[in-house]
């Protein structure tokens, strides 16, 4: 039975920061949570621990690499609840630095999920998305540290407040086809760790940025808010064992997020760390902790 307060939905949740960011919300929302996962024994095992700590969030399965499943799951929430609350978009991959695997492999597959993944999420959610809505999808500070060692014109580019998707399509793919070149550092991109998992992210916050101006010409009344952050430096399977945040902290500022008032009006289209709104561009201050190499974040 569908719950008459809505539904909050989390991608990615089995484990780590996305099972954290369940289990705040159903503690904390009053409809109905789903958790969603790509394995579906992995996702009905991480709901049967919830339910041990009597908590009682639904499962749906999701692969956000198959846009069949996206739909599926598109369908149901339009069927069983008339549309969506909240949206967590939280389901993410990333190499290890020691991976061997080569690093154009690295940039396409991880790009495939971690960018056009969350792009085609957000293409079938969003217009499901109900008045007061909210939408959080999961970035790292990693973009803005990607972002200050970017060449001039591309940081121009990823800070213009213009920019279409489009034209942001445009430049993940590049980025891909300039690793298949080996032309990466050539042509500006970064020379750092992680650096596909690091402009996959830069495309994600990019593209939370677009949504909320679209979302602010096209539903203006509908009060939805859009945002990216930065959980911090979570220790999980992706942050490694050195991480300074458990999960419960790292899920923090993205609960708060899916949580706002139903009278705010901002945050909207923002990029925050511990709930406070950071600068996007090549000249934000970092915190002391973004500067382990390598870092998840």
């Known amino acids: 039975m569908a719950s008459a307060f809505g539904v909050a939905l989390v991608t990615g949740a089995n484990k780590g920061i996305g099972f954290a960011i369940v289990q705040q919300l159903c503690r904390q929302f009053p409809g109905d949570v789903v958790l969603t996962a790509r394995d579906e024994a992995r996702g009905r095992a991480a709901v049967q ?29 339009r069927k069983e609840y008339g549309g969506l609350d909240v949206l967590v978009n939280n389901a993410a991959i990333v190499f290890k630095p020691a991976d061997p695997t ?16 969350t792009r085609a ?19 790292s500070i990693i973009t803005l540290i990607a ?8 940081q121009q580019k990823f800070i213009s407040k213009t ?36 402009v996959s992210k830069m495309g994600v916050t990019v593209l939370s940025r677009i949504h909320a101006r679209n979302l602010s010409e096209q539903r203006r009344g509908d009060k ?27 899920a923090e500022t993205p609960v708060y997020l899916a949580l ?38």
């Open 260 to 297: 706002l008032p139903s009278d705010a009006e901002r945050p909207h289209g923002d990029f925050l760390m511990e709930k406070k709104v950071e600068q996007w561009g090549p000249f934000c201050q970092l915190p002391s902790w973004a500067h382990f190499d390598p870092i998840i974040i």
């Open 102 to 117: 080569p690093l154009h492999i690295q940039a396409e597959v991880t790009m495939k999920t971690n960018f056009f993944g």
């Open 49 to 77: 621990q919830l339910q041990a700590e009597g908590l009682s969030p639904r499962f749906h399965q999701l692969d956000i690499d198959d846009l069949q499943s996206i739909r599926v799951l598109r369908d149901f929430l």
């Open 147 to 154: 972002l200050k060692k970017c060449s001039p014109d591309l």
């Open 121 to 139: 999420v957000c293409t079938e959610l969003l217009p499901l998305m109900k008045a007061q809505g909210r939408v959080v999808n999961m970035s």
């Open 224 to 250: 939805i808010l859009l945002n990216a952050c930065c959980p911090g430096w979570v220790r999980t399977d992706m942050g490694g064992p050195k991480g300074i945040k458990s999960p419960e902290e790292g």
């Open 163 to 198: 920019i279409t998707e489009e034209e942001l399509v445009g430049l993940m793919n590049k980025f891909v086809e300039d690793t298949k070149k080996g032309v990466q550092q050539k042509e500006g991109w970064p020379d750092i760790q992680l650096v596909p998992y690091a």
